[in-house]
């Protein structure tokens, strides 16, 4: 099983992989609501490492 580049070696560890992860993000549902949270500005610290050669 295949996800983003990575080669799960069985099912069942990639479904319990997406269980922590859901376990996880279910504590703090805040910050992933602030991380969808649309933004109407740029920083431009952040621009310039994601661009950077």
Same mark, same amino acid.
């Given at each position: ?7 799960? +070696?069985? @099912? %069942?560890? &990639? ?9 996880? *993000?279910?504590?703090?549902?805040? +910050?992933? @609501? %602030?991380? &969808? ?9 952040? *621009? ?6």
């Amino acid at each position: 099983m295949f996800t983003y580049h990575y080669r799960h +070696a069985f @099912a %069942d560890v &990639l479904i319990r992989r997406v269980a922590a992860f859901e376990v996880q *993000v279910n504590q703090d549902p805040c +910050a992933v @609501a %602030d991380r &969808l949270w649309v933004k109407n500005h740029l920083d431009s610290h952040k *621009v310039k490492l994601r661009f950077s050669n």
